[in-house]
């Protein structure tokens, strides 16, 4: 007797894993698109390495009245 | 070559589909929360981001989920014994209580981190108190303790669109109060005309629901009494600022015609409702359904009519907020 290719058991199987592969891959799509979404209205962002940062810069600074 | 075959044909009580693991997450009851929830976020003042939105409405109603699947672990001995929950993925045998729990506190915890990192750590707040409440305070203490179960397990209902208003700007108002106030006051007449005609389920369940300890006459007047209780709730939630009269014009009528089903259940006695099958009840069931959807609908429709400067303007006289 053969081993039957195709069983319910094989098809719940693979919904299972196809549905479980479309909820992370939206996940993934909504995580990622916070953080667009996050990174756009954070304001200016500057690199920390190797550049120079004006806000750093005393020099630049304007003095505030005491 | 019989026993290799046997492997294969045998399936485990967790060979679930995908489908069971949904409907763990009770997607019926996600329905009203991410209808009500998308309501406080879009009516909240304020702007917010669309992704944030989209976020925001997802990860509510999957802590709404996850909140469903821990009910579902922790109820599944007298969910295996009403008929209304039998075919349920753990008293069905699809899915094991272990796999209900895991899934429930996995997606607990990752909607209320998501949601604080999406929008505010209020919300999020708010998002792990409604689970809590739902889980432990409603789920394992009340519901088999009181038959006032269902008015105090109410509030777990009530917090979603507390949690949109949140989301958008980070407080809590009157207005986000209101609407808790009118979904918890909705809540126990709502139920209590399903429990009218689900009678023995709940009987055989030992739950104490009224209708079980009070009796249904007592029952009855408990529905009319907690509409009466809900009709200032939903006209004062038109008198704030997300509030019109677009809003009250649909909560006045609505309400009325909710006190008329509450009133017909009133005047009814056993003999009457077996007669037609529950069918007075059954009408109230749905109307009080459609209530909820039309009140809030109506918050919504407030809410872009207020983008037409001359409609803010009219409607700034009714807020009774602004007047005090």
């Given at each position: 007797m053969a081993i039957a290719r195709e069983h319910p058991l094989h098809k719940r199987r693979s919904g299972r894993n196809v549905g479980l592969a479309l909820v992370l891959l939206a996940f993934i799509a909504l995580v990622f698109g916070l953080t667009i979404a996050k990174v756009s209205g954070g304001g200016s962002i500057e690199a920390f390495d190797h550049t120079y940062r004006p806000m750093l810069d005393p020099a630049t600074l304007i003095p505030t009245e005491e | 070559m019989t026993d290799i075959r046997a492997d294969f044909t045998q399936t485990g009580p967790a060979d679930a589909e995908f489908g069971d693991y949904v409907a763990l997450l009770k997607p019926r009851v996600m329905t009203l929360v991410v209808f009500t929830a998308l309501s406080?976020?879009?009516?909240?003042?304020?702007?917010?981001?669309?992704?944030?939105?989209?976020?925001?409405?997802?990860?509510?109603?999957?802590?709404?989920?996850?909140?469903?699947?821990?009910?579902?672990?922790?109820?599944?001995?007298?969910?295996?014994?009403?008929?209304?929950?039998?075919?349920?993925?753990?008293?069905?045998?699809?899915?094991?209580?272990?796999?209900?729990?895991?899934?429930?506190?996995?997606?607990?915890?990752?909607?209320?981190?998501?949601?604080?990192?999406?929008?505010?750590?209020?919300?999020?707040?708010?998002?792990?108190?409604?689970?809590?409440?739902?889980?432990?305070?409603?789920?394992?203490?009340?519901?088999?303790?009181?038959?006032?179960?269902?008015?105090?397990?109410g509030a777990a209902g009530a917090f979603p669109p507390m949690i949109g208003w949140a989301a958008v700007t980070g407080s809590v108002s009157v207005e986000a109060c209101l609407m808790f106030l009118l979904v918890f006051m909705w809540t126990p007449p709502h139920f209590w005309a399903l429990a009218l005609f689900m009678k023995s389920d709940y009987h055989e369940a030992k739950v104490p629901m009224l209708t079980v300890t009070h009796g249904r006459r007592a029952t009855r007047t408990h529905i009319l009494v907690y509409t009466i209780a809900l009709l200032p709730v939903a006209l004062a939630t038109g008198l704030t600022s997300i509030g019109g009269p677009v809003y009250l014009a649909a909560a006045l009528w609505f309400s009325l015609g909710f006190l008329h089903g509450a009133w017909a259940i009133w005047k009814r006695d056993e003999v009457q409702a077996e007669a037609d099958s529950y069918a007075t009840e059954k009408r109230v069931f749905r109307f009080s359904l459609s209530y909820l959807f039309v009140l809030f609908g109506a918050l919504i429709a407030e809410a872009a009519l207020r983008n037409l400067p001359a409609y803010a303007e009219f409607v700034a006289q009714f807020n009774l907020m602004e007047m005090l």
């Open positions: - | 406080g976020l879009l009516v909240a003042p304020g702007g917010i981001h669309p992704i944030e939105a989209l976020a925001a409405i997802i990860f509510i109603a999957l802590g709404g989920g996850a909140s469903g699947a821990l009910n579902m672990w922790w109820d599944a001995d007298i969910d295996a014994v009403m008929k209304r929950t039998a075919k349920r993925p753990i008293p069905s045998g699809k899915v094991t209580e272990g796999e209900a729990l895991a899934i429930g506190v996995t997606l607990s915890a990752i909607s209320v981190i998501m949601l604080w990192l999406a929008t505010n750590a209020l919300a999020a707040a708010l998002l792990a108190f409604t689970i809590f409440f739902y889980v432990v305070i409603y789920s394992m203490w009340l519901k088999r303790a009181t038959p006032q179960n269902i008015v105090i397990g």
